[in-house]
């Protein structure tokens, strides 16, 4: 059993997977993440009957995303994991959004674009391996003319996410041979980072909740006092 | 009563244990200054990362230290406010998810009223009502405290704090981040009475202060000298005695105006060795923290937690903090 939980983005939602199945809330609330993430959580375990103790493992929506957001839910999720003694599991926000996809359209071959600011995506493809979405290159923050394309020989794949309507101008050009739909309205879903948990918790792959770091991706935030100099004319 | 203090309101991680009973049990402290030497000052989203990595860390050092789990902890105080939103945030997102886990209460604390309760960790504490000087790098304000959480407002700084005009007068004097106990530093070699500044408003009455000013004066003397080493710490000795008798002499009007008979000093300034040997000729009893209190601290925070929990002190499951928030808007516990 794992609880899951994502504040990366205008969204938030928490999710307990069940061998009978998944219990989750999903609610669009800019700015409300840290008045209900708590209820939430506690909503969705008291639906699957299950006590924070009774979980294996917590899983959140590590990012990438809005930095508070993302920070929001590795602090949550590590606060629960000290409190009960249990293990993190860190699911990638973009991948998360490829599962979805997978398992609300069946796309096979997903491409990721979360509107980053400041002209850039977060951007990462996804393909189908051993019954779940996987990475096929490591996620970047990028400008949209940048974002690489893919491989030309199966040439079926679905954008997801709001970077495809933010940057719509510079991305469809060169990617409209390449997509059979789009789909931007998709946010990050504990659901689906549940999902993806399921099979990490499988693997082995969970950390000690002190050891994780959300992941910004964008890690150049402020220019030093050189920098500043430099610049000067 | 044993309750875990986090601070996480700029840019020092604290985490502290405090006992009703027993007092402070343990505490530890990481500071980001090098992380943010670089930059010149603190920057926020860089502190609200660090402070991420930093918490859980420092809670599990802190709990070894005073031989405690988890399980011996009755609740956690988290600093709520006033601070940096996203450092904040991070503090109270695992303090409030960790006590909800824990199924004991939480309260969030507001930071100036941790400073100004930090003399209380010491031995010989004061004991309410008392008059308050808190200076520090983001506030200067003199308080009436006749009980806990009551405070009354007597003065505060119309433009720079007390901290922030030592900060700035060290970088324009060209010491290295963060500047003012450096300028206190080089004060000590500095000689008496070749410069003279004003003492901002204190030819008016109240207890108002105003600290923008000395800056200039600070840095007219400055270009106006040979700027030789020895000039550099005549003219910090200058401004760190301007400060300072104007901080003394609010003080003494303060005591008379409300004819309380003890002092309490708290604040990162309040670890500047002039001023607090000023002080001490006040006619009130004067209290400070030991010098690791003056500056941002778990212990503070456990402390001022404690106190507010053991009164009564609840609040839903909910994340929520006020980068703003007026000390006199707090209530009595
Ligand atoms: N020996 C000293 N003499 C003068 N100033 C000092 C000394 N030591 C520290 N300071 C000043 O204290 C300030 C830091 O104190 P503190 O950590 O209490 O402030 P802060 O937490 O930044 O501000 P606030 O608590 O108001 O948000 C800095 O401005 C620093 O220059
Ligand atoms: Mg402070």
């Known amino acids: 059993m794992i609880l899951a939980l994502d504040t990366s983005s205008e969204a938030c939602s928490a999710a307990v997977w069940t061998p009978n199945g998944c219990f989750s809330r ?11 993430i708590l209820p939430m959580i506690e909503q969705v375990l008291l639906e699957a009957n299950v006590t924070l103790q009774q979980i294996e493992a917590i ?12 920070r929001i839910a590795t602090g949550v999720a590590q606060g629960l994991a ?3 003694d249990k293990r993190l599991i860190p699911v990638s926000t973009l991948a998360a959004m490829a599962q979805q996809a997978y398992q609300t359209q069946q796309a096979e071959q997903v491409l990721v674009a979360l509107d980053a600011r400041m002209g850039e995506v977060y951007w990462g493809s996804y393909g189908l391996i051993d019954g779940r979405m996987q990475p096929l290159m490591a996620e970047c923050v990028i400008a949209p003319n940048d974002a690489p394309l893919p491989p030309a020989v199966a040439s079926s794949w679905v954008g997801v996410g709001n970077g495809w309507r933010q940057y719509e101008a510079l991305l469809m050009p060169r990617f409209v041979n390449y997509l059979t739909d789009i789909q931007t309205d998709c946010l990050p879903n504990a659901t689906y980072v549940a999902q993806l948990a399921v099979y990490a918790y499988q693997q082995g792959e969970l950390i000690d909740p002190a050891l994780v770091e959300p992941v910004y991706l964008r890690n150049k935030v402020a220019l030093t006092t050189l920098e500043r100099t430099a610049l000067k004319p | ?49 660090d402070h991420i990595r930093r918490v859980l860390p420092l809670i599990k050092q802190t709990l070894k230290e005073a031989d405690l789990t988890l399980a011996d902890i009755d609740g956690i105080a988290y600093t709520a406010g006033p601070g940096l939103i996203g450092a904040l945030m991070t503090g109270a997102s695992i303090a ?7 199924n004991i209460p939480a309260v969030g604390v507001h930071h100036m009223e ?3 309760l930090a003399p209380l960790l010491e031995p010989n504490p004061p004991q309410f009502p008392f008059v308050a000087l808190l200076v520090s790098g983001g506030h200067t304000m003199l308080v009436d405290v006749p009980r806990l959480g009551e405070y009354h407002l007597l003065g505060e700084s119309v433009d720079d704090a007390a901290g922030e005009a030592f900060d700035k007068t060290a970088k324009l004097l060209g010491l290295d981040y963060p500047g003012g106990p450096l300028l206190a530093k080089l004060a000590l070699q500095g000689r008496s009475g070749l410069y003279r500044f004003p003492r901002p408003m204190t030819d008016r009455p109240g207890c108002d202060f105003s600290f923008s000013g000395l800056k200039t004066s600070t840095l007219t003397a400055w270009q106006n000298s040979t700027q030789t080493e020895q000039d550099k710490a005549d003219i910090a000795r200058a401004f760190e005695e301007a400060v ?11 005591i008379e105006q409300t004819g309380r008979k003890q002092l309490v000093v708290a604040g990162g300034v309040g670890a500047n060795q002039r001023l607090r040997a000023q002080l001490a000729t006040l006619p009130a009893q004067v209290f400070f923290p030991r010098l690791e209190f003056c500056t941002d601290n778990g212990a503070m ?30 209530s009595a516990a």
């Open chain 1, 26 to 36: 999903f609610e669009l609330t800019p700015k409300a993440h840290t008045q209900l």
């Open chain 1, 59 to 70: 899983a959140f929506g590590c990012g990438p995303g809005a930095f508070t957001g993302v």
């Open chain 1, 82 to 84: 000290l409190a009960a």
């Open chain 2, 1 to 49: 009563m044993i309750t875990l203090g986090i601070e996480t309101s700029c840019d020092e991680s604290g985490v502290a244990v405090y006992s009703t009973k027993q007092g402070l049990l343990s505490h530890q402290l990481f500071s980001q200054i090098k992380l943010h030497a670089e930059y010149g000052g603190v920057v926020p989203e860089l502190a609200s990362r």
């Open chain 2, 96 to 102: 409030r998810s960790l006590a909800w886990g824990l």
């Open chain 2, 114 to 116: 941790g400073h100004l």
């Open chain 2, 244 to 254: 300072v008798d104007t901080l003394t002499i609010k003080c003494r009007r303060a």
């Open chain 2, 301 to 330: 925070i456990a402390l001022a937690g404690a106190l507010r929990l053991a009164a009564g002190a609840m609040e839903p499951p909910i994340i929520q903090v006020r980068p703003r928030w007026p000390l006199m808007e707090l």
